[in-house]
């Protein structure tokens, strides 16, 4: 019997987007970051993260998003504002309900972004 993918853990379609509201909400609430989403479609950036998270995790959704060292080139987003947007996605995530081993496999999965988000 094969495991669930870490896309129907985090309960699928609707609660992924639930997350990428809630995470956009967050992060424009964080005086760490919430200066990058100032101009920012809420939209627009939470059906992004969504089609992210869902393509990243195993579900269906295409993503049409550029890819995440195109979107962040010349962004010089620092450490510090790279670590507030892992916390924001760890308050998303237990918000809504996410099991612990989920929270750390998401957490990782875009830690491993690092590369290419973090002063390029």
Do not use: W
Request: glycine content about 8%; overall charge negative.
């Amino acid at each position: 019997m094969s495991e669930a993918s870490l896309y129907e853990r985090l309960g699928g379609e609707e609660n992924i987007r639930k997350i990428a509201a809630t995470l956009f909400d967050t992060h424009a609430k964080n005086p760490t970051i919430n200066a990058r989403y100032l101009e920012s479609d809420r939209d627009q950036v939470i059906q992004l993260v969504f089609e992210f998270l869902c393509n990243a995790t195993g579900g269906p959704q295409e993503y049409t998003g550029r890819d995440m060292l195109t979107v962040h080139r010349g962004m010089n987003i620092s450490e510090q504002e790279f670590m507030a947007v892992l916390d924001d996605i760890l308050i998303a995530l237990q918000t809504h309900g996410v099991g612990q081993r989920e929270q750390e496999e998401l957490l990782l999965a875009n830690y491993n972004l690092r590369g290419d988000i973090v002063r390029v």
